[in-house]
């Protein structure tokens, strides 16, 4: 099963910042996360293990809690650059979630 | 750049014939896999690819086979394509990280966006 993400859409003017969150029905070992741009491939942001550290790319981290399978993607003091549409993804073969599109307006 | 190409990059076809996607890889992985792309449902998995000759169904499978017969090559076959299957696909390898946990991540190809009419 896919997992679920929230919210759908989110918009941010430069410099603030959003939490993007992912829940599984099924136990996970890890979490990875996306992001992709518009007429884009997705690109992978980092991974997440079960019983691992919170992990950070630029000014995005990411936490998982893999009792309650759930993991939040954190982006602070956004940029342009960060605008697209995020997923989270389960171990491989991934299931993906339908994603969330986040919006930098200036 | 995870050495990924996708061929064609775009297709328009009519309903009813026969389309084949082509994915290669110059980095030899083992796991190879074929996703669907489509608005509110983000990528769905279609089928996947554990060595040569060596294959599994995704979520959405009907309607697509896959083919390995080299390691560097992952085809996916429309037998006869539909207008739902309209979509972007993208191919994925799975790969290590350097330095990493001892599992997979997927790296994507450019996509082929299909059109069937």
């Known amino acids: 099963q896919q997992p679920v993400q929230s919210p759908q859409a989110v918009i941010l003017r430069e410099g603030e910042d959003a939490v993007i969150n992912c829940s599984s029905s099924?136990?996970?070992?890890?979490v990875h996360w996306y992001r992709q741009k518009h007429g884009e491939a997705p690109v992978f942001l980092m991974i997440l293990l079960k019983g691992g550290e919170q992990k950070g790319h630029e000014k995005i981290s990411a936490s998982f809690n893999e009792k309650k399978q759930q993991s939040s993607l954190y982006l602070t003091a956004s940029q342009l650059s960060y605008s697209g549409t995020y997923f989270c993804g389960t171990d491989p073969p991934a299931r993906f979630g339908a994603g969330t599109r986040l919006t930098v307006k200036p | 750049d995870a050495g990924i190409t996708q061929s064609p990059r775009h297709k328009v076809t009519e309903t009813g014939t026969p389309v084949t996607l082509r994915c290669h890889q110059t980095?030899?992985?083992?796991?190879m896999y074929w996703y669907r792309q489509d608005p509110g449902h983000g990528l769905r998995l279609i089928h996947y690819?554990?060595?040569?000759?060596?294959?599994d169904k995704g979520e959405v499978s009907d309607g697509y086979s896959v083919s390995r017969s080299k390691t560097e090559d992952f085809l996916l076959t429309l037998e006869s394509a539909t207008s739902s299957q309209t979509s972007v696909y993208f191919c994925?390898?799975?790969?290590?990280?350097?330095?990493?946990?001892?599992?997979?991540?997927?790296?994507f190809g450019p996509g082929t966006r299909l059109t069937v009419l």
């Open positions: 099924k136990a996970l070992y890890s």
């Open positions: 994925a390898i799975g790969r290590r990280l350097a330095g990493g946990p001892s599992t997979d991540t997927q790296y």
């Open positions: 980095e030899n992985h083992r796991y």
């Open positions: 690819s554990y060595g040569v000759k060596d294959t």
